[in-house]
T-cell receptor
Framework: ETGVTQSPTHLIKTRGQQVTLRCSSQSGHNTVSWYQQALGQGPQFIFQYYREEENGRGNFPPRFSGLQFPNYSSELNVNALELDDSALYLC???FGAGRGRHEQFFGPGTRLTVL | SQQGEEDPQALSIQEGENATMNCSYKTSINNLQWYRQNSGRGLVHLILIRSNEREKHSGRLRVTLDTSKKSSSLLITASRAADTASYFCATDALDNDMRFGAGTRLTVKP
């Protein structure tokens, strides 16, 4: 297991609600990336935070937002939830910026279901 | 959008056999990584191969990269039931965006 933790493990929300997912990065890592993984698909890059600043964003609308804190933990916020937001949300920590240039350590994920 | 495409989508083999999975991608890359995922849980990094490398080994894993064909393969030798998982390739494209394929679901029967 990696040292990356995510909470909660599972979450059920209704359409239109807002959700906050949390991630604690591995000790010594300063970068957190968030991914959305729909059932049967590969992870899709949402955004990355490096030293508390957003460092790149995938093709996701502004209602997906994030934060990184001084201890390098991170939050993913999703507003106005839609049914298609149902997915496994993964965070990955690494040391250094750049999505693929460094080995990423993934957390176990948060399974979000939107009804 | 997804960059890599794994082939086959699903693979079923007997324990002890070798498993080969392929990945094709579309744009030039800095490196390519392979990850493993058990039952919808977090991904585990297996191996990273840089664009100037052609082959890399790690234990029972062998990865090749052919940048002229924009393809990579992952070979797992002497497979075990515990290797049952989904395997993903991820490319670090020159536009600095990391993209995963849809994965190959490997089943190793004891």
């Amino acid at each position: 297991e990696t040292g990356v933790t995510q909470s909660p493990t599972h979450l059920i929300k209704t359409r239109g609600q807002q959700v906050t997912l949390r991630c604690s990065s591995q000790s010594g890592h300063n970068t957190v990336s968030w991914y959305q993984q729909a059932l049967g698909q590969g992870p899709q890059f949402i955004f990355q935070y490096y030293r508390e600043e957003e460092n790149g964003r995938g093709n996701f609308p502004p209602r997906f937002s994030g934060l990184q804190f001084p201890n390098y933990s991170s939050e993913l916020n999703v507003n106005a939830l839609e049914l298609d937001d149902s997915a496994l949300y993964l965070c990955a920590s690494s040391f250094g910026a750049g999505r693929g240039r460094h080995e990423q350590f993934f957390g176990p994920g948060t399974r979000l279901t939107v009804l | 959008s997804q960059q890599g495409e794994e082939d086959p989508q699903a693979l079923s083999i007997q324990e002890g056999e070798n498993a080969t999975m392929n990945c094709s991608y579309k744009t030039s890359i800095n490196n390519l990584q392979w990850y493993r995922q058990n039952s919808g849980r977090g991904l585990v990094h297996l191996i990273l191969i840089r664009s100037n490398e052609r082959e890399k080994h790690s234990g029972r894993l062998r990865v090749t990269l052919d940048t002229s064909k924009k393809s990579s393969s992952l070979l797992i030798t002497a497979s075990r039931a515990a290797d049952t998982a989904s395997y993903f390739c991820a490319t670090d494209a020159l536009d600095n965006d990391m993209r995963f394929g849809a994965g190959t679901r490997l089943t190793v029967k004891p």
